[in-house]
Each structure stands twice: as C-alpha cells, then as structure tokens.
C-alpha cells in the first residue's frame, strides 16, 4: 500500500501533469473544480451513497471530469471503480464496511488529501487569475498614462505653434507698416 507521501505525489502528479497540461485552461479549472466538489461532498457525508456514485450519463461528469485528460484517473486513483448499478455505468467509491474503521479512516484520510490538493491547485489558479488581472489593469493604466501625456504633448505644441504663428502675423504687420 502507498505511503500518504507517495500517494500525495501521485494525486500531485495527475493534477498538474495531466489534469493542468494537457487540458485547455478552463477545461482543467472546471474538472478540478468538480473534483473537489465531489470529494468534498463524500468527506461531509461519507455514507451517503449517492455522493459516492457517479452516473456515466451525468452530463456536468462527463463534460468536467470524464472528457478532460487526467480526471478518470483521479477518480481511479482515489478509489472509485466503473461499475453497473440498475443497469447504467457508473463510477462508485465504496466505503470500508462499519467494522473496518481503520480502513474508513485510512479512506477518509486519502480523501482529505486530495481534498487538500484539489483546493490547493484551485486557490494557484485563482490568484495567477488575479495576478494577470492586476497586470492587466496596470498596463491599462499605463497605456491611458502615455495616452495623456501624448495629448499633452500635442496640445502643447498646437499652443506653441499658435503662439509662433501670431508673432508671425504681428512681425509681418509691423513690417508691412513701416
């Protein structure tokens, strides 16, 4: 049986080399996303068998988790296992019986894990999407900045001009004057 640090690394190891690489960005956050939900759901209610189970034909399953690289592994590596059930497929956890504690418990514990995980991936995401944002915002602050100073400059020299251009017609008045 995996160590709590090599099935740490292995969770590690689907989420970002998987989950995150080979999918399109959006893809990845919604698949983790769901994930978390999923686990977080089993976590709280840990004996409810309808958090436990996901059906095949569950489209927000299988257009988050199902079609994304990496998110059946996931559930594979955490302990769900295909299964029919009232003739649908469907992806089950099945929980160590009653009498089992430590079991239920090692179960438990490998769920917080990659609970933890799942959050931790969701959190990075969150504040590189915050960081771009600020980013992004600077630079539209800059760009009005230069923006300004452009027109600053411009309406500067139309000043200057306007100014030169009356000394001109003042000089050349006072020329034709003499």
Do not use: W
């Not at 996931?74 to 302990?79: A, H, S």
């Not at 400059?153 to 008045?173: G, M």
């Amino acid at each position: 049986m995996a160590t709590d640090k090599e099935f740490r690394k292995s969770l590690h190891d689907i989420i970002i080399k998987q989950i995150s690489r080979n999918n399109r960005p959006e893809d990845a956050y919604k698949c983790v996303d769901t994930l978390s939900k999923i686990v977080g759901n089993i976590i709280k209610f840990p004996h409810d068998e309808t958090k436990r189970r996901l059906k095949e034909s569950n489209k927000i399953v299988k257009s988050t988790v199902r079609e994304v690289d990496g998110g059946v592994e996931f559930l594979i590596k955490i302990g769900f296992k295909a299964k029919v059930v009232d003739f649908q497929k469907s992806f089950i956890l099945e929980m160590p019986r009653n009498n089992d504690t430590s079991q239920l418990l090692k179960q438990l514990e490998n769920l917080e894990i990659a609970h933890e995980l799942l959050e931790d991936f969701l959190q990075k995401i969150k504040e590189r999407s915050e960081l771009k944002e600020r980013a992004r915002v600077r630079e539209k602050i800059a760009e009005e900045s230069r923006r300004k100073i452009a027109l600053n400059k411009i309406e500067e020299d139309r000043e200057r001009r306007a100014v030169e251009d009356e000394r001109l017609k003042q000089s050349r008045k006072d020329i034709e004057g003499f």
